[in-house]
């Protein structure tokens, strides 16, 4: 997909049909890799990519999401957490590429297991997806939804 089309296009999935398959995990978490983050600053970062069924079903509100991809961070501070969110939008544009439904998830946050997350490592998003029968049809956003001011 073309990316303008597929911003235009991206929309929150919250019904899964199903899995991931393995090489569309991996695509995903490449993406994730491949986001930029403060100062370089990449072991300050983990990305948990959850789909053991016992485990996501401790965690609430994830709409029965068949994969969850957690981005977890080192002392959070204002940089890190603004890095974990480009982190997030990478993992879940490739997701929305490959035609899968993505969601973006604070409100699980704090239900997610403390024994999937490294040693020191806070969980400061979350992703959920899976296979989706929801089409992604590019849609008309006014130009002006975000007010923006041009200086020449």
Same mark, same amino acid.
């Given at each position: 997909?073309?990316?303008?089309?597929?911003?235009?296009?991206?929309?929150? !999935?919250?019904?899964?049909?199903?899995?991931?398959?393995?090489?569309?995990?991996?695509?995903?978490?490449?993406?994730?890799?491949?986001?930029? !983050?403060?100062?370089?600053?990449?072991?300050?970062?983990?990305?948990? $990519?959850?789909?053991?069924?016992?485990?996501?079903?401790?965690?609430?509100?994830?709409? $029965?999401?068949? &994969?969850?991809? !957690? !981005?977890? $961070?080192?002392?959070?501070? &204002?940089? &890190?957490? /603004?890095?974990?969110?480009?982190?997030?939008?990478?993992?879940?544009?490739? $997701?929305?590429?490959?035609?899968?439904?993505?969601?973006?998830?604070?409100?699980?946050?704090?239900?997610?297991?403390?024994?999937?997350?490294?040693?020191? =490592?806070?969980?400061? =998003?979350?992703?959920? /997806?899976?296979?989706?029968?929801?089409? =992604?049809?590019?849609?008309?956003?006014?130009?002006?939804?975000?007010?923006?001011?041009?200086?020449?």
């Amino acid at each position: 997909m073309e990316t303008l089309k597929l911003l235009h296009a991206r929309q929150a !999935v919250r019904q899964y049909t199903g899995q991931l398959t393995d090489e569309q995990l991996q695509t995903i978490l490449a993406a994730g890799n491949a986001a930029p !983050v403060g100062m370089g600053n990449y072991a300050d970062y983990r990305l948990i $990519a959850i789909q053991d069924p016992q485990i996501l079903q401790q965690m609430s509100q994830i709409y $029965a999401a068949p &994969t969850v991809i !957690v !981005v977890a $961070a080192r002392q959070p501070d &204002t940089m &890190t957490l /603004l890095s974990a969110g480009i982190i997030a939008h990478n993992l879940e544009l490739a $997701a929305e590429d490959l035609g899968l439904g993505a969601n973006y998830n604070l409100a699980g946050l704090a239900s997610i297991p403390h024994k999937v997350l490294p040693a020191g =490592f806070t969980a400061v =998003f979350s992703l959920t /997806l899976g296979q989706t029968t929801q089409p =992604f049809t590019p849609r008309q956003i006014p130009a002006d939804r975000i007010k923006t001011k041009l200086i020449k």
